[in-house]
């Protein structure tokens, strides 16, 4: 539904949904009393292309009163490649916020790398498509390899997206990934069990007491 949502222009009040939603879920999370997370929320080459994008943004994290450092913007490689001048023009409105962006996909969009070296994101988010047959294809392990050296060498951290496997997971720690996402931690998952989940996994769910 969302290239129709693109092409009926349903797209921009959506996003601005989800965004608001999501920067007041994390605020939430906050006020209860839990240690503070970033959220990311993916953006449409539609949305991108609102020239009143950046004060979109501003106008939801003042509403929901979180700080901008727990929202990251996650931005496709196409899209970055589509137009890199208005690209890093875009960056650098989402830097003056204060916002973290990356860029998803990684190594679908054929970036280059005269222009990703001057894009200030924080991120580069390896596309599932290499993670899904990191085990059976040695020249997937290798561009994993490539793409975790390019953005540590750029300061950047590296997620690797579609994670299933607990090999898969070895593979990306031995190799020096940060991050990863995919059911191999979880299925999507309702807000109200998101707690539930850190407790599990014993992440630190509260705040010590002063």
Known sequence: FISIAEDTGLIIPLGKWVLKTACAQNKAWQDAGFPPLSVSVNL???QCKEKDLAKTIKNILKETGLAPQYLELELTETLAMSDPKEFIHMLNQFKEIGVKTSIDDFG?????LNYLRQ????CLKIDKSFIKELESKE?????VKAIVSLG?????RVIAEGVETKHQLLQLQENDCDEIQGYYLSR???PEKIVKF???HDYPTKKPRK
Do not use: A, Q
Not at 108 to 112: D, F, Q, R
Not at 119 to 122: A, E, L, S
Not at 152 to 156: A, G, K, P, T
């Open 44 to 46: 449409s080459s539609r």
């Open 188 to 190: 999507p998952i309702s």
């Open 119 to 122: 894009f200030p994101v924080n």
């Open 139 to 143: 020249g997937d392990l290798s561009i």
């Open 152 to 156: 540590h060498s750029l300061d950047m």
């Open 198 to 200: 850190m407790e599990k």
């Open 108 to 112: 679908t969009g054929y970036s280059s």
